[in-house]
């Protein structure tokens, strides 16, 4: 049985799409081969003759110095010698010389250019910089380039073939993106033998300009492409990765495999592409944030395209396995435990029914053994059966061929079943020829077959982490308090130590930072001298301790520099000199400034670990985990992107063993995890604000039912040389701030003007019900529902934004006496991918209409429009909205329209 036969088949329907600049790449009306030879077996004569044999309705031109013709076209000495006006050019020239090949197509209008050639920064830093030069020159001409170092580009939709791989992938449904061109070559021929086909299929090699989020941009606004799967061996501009998966992934899968997740893995990916690899941990954690699907196997993209075409993801990580043999149930078992999944626990209700129509032999549990002598009816009641189970996320059919075993009819009647909801079905037909029908007819019944059972549970497995992924960014937070956040005051903490030189801020300092974001710390106090310690330690109360007060040492307890319980004066005094001996001794003088004085708080409780580190391609990394002295040892944490809100704190939490004793365990009370929660957002809120921090610890933070606490810390810093524009780029935009500002309505009633935060989904919500049909139908042009504008799928899209590709400001005004608020307005712009054009709306309160708060939202979003260098925005209007249209106006948009036609265009040039 082919595994993915027929995936994505694509029908003959005309599919239409917003046209975009990257449409160069694969719907060319003329193309230029630059290095176009006749040489066999040359990169210059494939690509030539892959573009004339698979014709894709355009002209191909080949450029060559020397030759009239090539493969008997006419040639041309340069791309500006050719008389017609060229889209795209195919460079395989050498490649000192592509910087002046690149200035020449912007000179002729070409308006994107695939570089095929290699020599560029795989070789080292003579080839780094003039990979820079073809940037820089592609840039200045308006020219769009995909590699260098790549194969190149297939559109089997529209014929293309600009590469020099052997033969057209089919036309399908799958959007396949891959770094390297050789691995792109061995798909391509597994993909023939498969029956694979393709909506896109490039290499992207070093990706000097076009990028993995220009391209997931684009095939996630191709309604041809169902499926986006990536070879990644370097990550590139993780911000645009970032910003374009969480934006597409909502809508279509995005499946990725990352090679270099070992050390020597990493090291032969980076001398491949020339990028650094960053750390695999991180670069989890960022696919998390995102919604990416991270598989392990090649083969695992293409099944999981397949299962994810066909099977709605499951809820939850409980599969069922229906078998009529125990040996492959009890690999499936195996696999999807190892894989993270779990057995169903079968119900009550579920077993009595088994019990009544099952054999008495059968295995009573879960994997679910009917027997080898199971016929069609049998297989189609036990899958009702378990379908109905609520404790069941999904089933899988497992059959082996018996001489009593009737695969196809089996398959018959398990069709019915193929949707059952939102709980998804696989099969593993385990043969040859014999089950060959059977498979056919669940393929094309839309249940994904298996030749393996462990290979389908693995891939349950994965498809439900694709779920729970996407769950776990959008689950409604919960809004973490700004009371008493001082970022000013921790700044300017900051701010001192640099300019004095250091880049470690004392313990003191430290916990004065946290306690500027409202992270309880313990009281400390700083003594210089013994007796200032022991009048410290007095007046704190006994017992204390002391630890090493110094601007140059950060562990303190490999100098012996914290002393604990110390129950009395003497203690004290002897604990001083200890500290003060031990510093001198190990590390020398110099290094000694006094001790600090805490109580000595008693450990009842988890210690835990919080803390940020940056990473070389991701920048701030925030770590959660457990803490102690053996934090390293026991290596029990996760990590996160910052900025966090309280539901992406939970799930960093909950992938910690840690957890289970934080939730209680063994009549242990719980800690207070809602609380760990909004310090993890506080923690993040800090990490972002103050960028001049390098590093954090937070090691130990006592966590227990009664409390939660820092008892130690240590904050890096960067070192006075370092520039404000050497700092790293954040993976995720913050929250913009800077866009908060009240305003007074016509009334005088004051309003806050702010960007939309995933908090406000419940105010978004009591704000619909506030509007009248006629609001409604005037904004989205159209009758909605209220229960339609408040489902939480489409408030997702409303409330989580990238700030990076669009703004939704919201007017909140305070409701009087109950001391909460509530939304009046939404004004919205929206970023056009590929270009610099930007769209608009604005939705106002039915009660709170000609009160001048849709032209101030209109304002504030030009002003921010200009602010992100969008050139022109534009939206759509009704020819009846006369109050839009009057704002419109006011505010200069030209507005045009048809007399016949009900919407009117605005635009307007920023």
């Not at 209409?849 to 032209?855: E, I, R």
């Amino acid at each position: 049985m082919k595994k993915f036969k027929k995936l994505g088949v694509e029908s003959e329907t005309t599919i239409l799409k917003r046209p975009q600049p990257l449409d160069v790449f694969f719907s060319p009306e003329s193309v230029a081969v630059i290095g176009a030879t006749e040489t066999p077996g040359s990169v210059g004569r494939t690509v030539l003759w892959n573009l004339i044999s698979t014709p894709f309705g355009g002209t191909v031109y080949p450029v060559n110095l020397k030759r009239p013709s090539v493969l008997g076209i006419k040639a041309y000495p340069s791309v500006g010698a050719v008389p017609a006006q060229v889209d795209l050019a195919v460079i395989i020239t050498p490649a000192p010389v592509i910087p002046g090949v690149i200035r020449e197509c912007a000179e002729a209008g070409v308006r994107g250019a695939i570089v095929i050639s290699a020599g560029f920064k795989e070789l080292g830093p003579e080839g780094a910089k003039l990979e820079q030069q073809v940037l820089e020159e592609a840039r200045k001409g308006g020219v769009r380039v995909i590699g260098p170092n790549c194969l190149g580009v297939m559109s089997p939709p529209t014929g293309l073939n600009a590469t020099f791989g052997r033969g057209m992938a089919r036309p399908g449904s799958v959007g396949f993106i891959s770094q390297s061109g050789a691995l792109c070559t061995a798909v391509l021929d597994w993909s023939f033998r498969e029956l694979v086909g393709f909506s896109a299929f490039l290499s992207i090699g070093a990706m000097v300009d076009v990028s993995w989020g220009d391209l997931i941009y684009y095939l996630g606004d191709d309604p041809r492409t169902k499926s986006i799967l990536i070879y990644m061996e370097s990550i590139g501009d993780a911000r645009g990765f970032l910003s374009a998966a969480r934006e597409v992934a909502l809508t279509k899968p995005i499946i990725v495999i990352k090679a270099g997740r070992t050390a020597q893995g990493g090291k032969a990916a980076a001398s491949h592409t020339g990028s650094l690899t960053g750390s695999d941990d991180v670069l989890d954690a960022a696919f998390r944030r995102s919604g990416v699907l991270r598989v392990g196997q090649i083969s695992d993209l293409f099944y999981m395209a397949e299962v994810l075409a066909k099977q709605p993801p499951p809820k939850g990580p409980k599969l069922t396995i229906l078998t009529n043999a125990g040996g492959p149930a009890v690999l499936a078992t195996d696999a999807l435990i190892t894989s993270g999944g779990e057995l169903t626990d079968l119900s009550p209700e579920t077993f009595e029914e088994f019990n009544s129509f099952l054999p008495p032999t059968w295995s009573r549990n879960n994997p679910v053994d009917i027997i080898g002598d199971a016929t069609p009816e049998r297989y189609a009641k036990a899958l009702a059966t378990a379908a109905k189970d609520r404790n069941s996320n999904g089933m899988l059919v497992v059959l082996t061929p018996q001489d009593m075993t009737d695969p196809t009819q089996i398959a018959e009647q398990l069709k019915p079943y193929a949707n059952l909801g939102d709980k998804p079905v696989f099969a593993s037909w385990m043969g040859g020829p014999e089950v060959a029908a059977g498979e056919r007819i669940l393929n094309q019944a839309g249940i994904p077959t298996f030749s393996y059972p462990d290979n389908a549970a693995r891939m349950f497995t994965y498809a439900w982490q694709y779920s729970e992924n996407l769950r776990g960014i959008y689950e409604t937070p919960v809004f973490t308090s700004e009371a008493g956040v001082d970022p000013e005051k921790a700044a300017s903490i900051i701010r001192k130590a640099r300019e004095s030189g250091r880049t470690i801020l004392t313990e003191f300092e430290s916990k004065e930072v946290l306690a500027a974001y409202g992270i309880p710390t313990v009281e400390t106090r700083v003594a210089s001298t013994e007796q200032d310690a022991v009048k410290a330690a007095g007046e704190i109360g006994y017992p204390v301790v002391l630890k090493l007060f110094s601007e140059t040492i950060t562990h303190k307890t490999d100098v012996g520099g914290v002393q604990l319980n110390l129950k009395n004066e003497a203690a004290v005094r002897d604990a001083f000199r200890r500290i003060q001996t031990g510093v001198k001794e190990k590390a020398g003088e110099g290094h000694f400034l006094g001790v600090t004085v805490q109580p000595m708080i008693k450990l009842e409780g988890y210690e835990v670990i919080l803390g940020s580190s940056l990473d070389p391609q991701f920048g701030p990394v925030i770590l959660f985990g457990l803490g102690g002295q053996l934090v390293e040892v026991f290596k029990d944490r996760a990590l996160g992107l910052p900025p966090l809100n309280t539901t992406l704190a939970r799930r960093m939490m909950e992938q910690t063993r840690i957890y289970k004793a934080l939730k209680g365990v063994r009549g242990r009370q719980a800690v207070d995890l809602a609380g760990l929660e909004q310090m993890l957002v506080r923690f993040s809120r800090l990490v972002v604000e103050q960028r001049w921090v390098k590093e954090i610890d937070i090691n130990p933070m006592l966590a227990s039912p009664e409390r939660l606490i820092a008892l130690d810390a240590r904050v890096v810093v960067h070192d006075k040389s370092v520039r404000e524009e050497d700092l790293p780029e954040l993976p995720i935009r913050p929250y913009p701030s800077q866009y908060v500002s009240p305003w007074k309505m016509k009334n005088g009633e004051e309003v806050l003007i702010r960007p939309i935060r995933p908090e406000d989904e419940p105010l978004i919500v009591k704000f619909h019900e506030t509007l009248s049909e006629r609001s409604v139908y005037l904004r989205y042009l159209q009758a909605l529902k209220l229960s339609q504008r408040v489902a939480h799928d489409r408030l997702v899209r409303i409330c989580f934004i990238d700030y990076d590709r669009e703004m939704a400001l919201v007017a909140e005004q305070q409701e009087a006496g109950n001391g909460g608020s509530k939304i009046i307005g939404v004004g919205r712009l929206r970023k056009l991918s590929g270009s610099k054009d930007a769209e608009f709306a604005v939705l106002v309160s039915d009660g709170w209409h000609g009160s001048g708060l849709g032209t101030e939202l209109v304002r504030r979003l030009l002003e921010f429009g200009r602010h992100e260098k969008v050139a022109r925005v534009v939206g759509d209007v009704l020819q009846d909205n006369m109050v839009m249209r009057r704002i419109c106006e006011k505010l200069g948009f030209t507005l045009t329209g048809v007399p016949d036609e009900p919407v009117m265009k605005a635009e307007l040039t920023l």
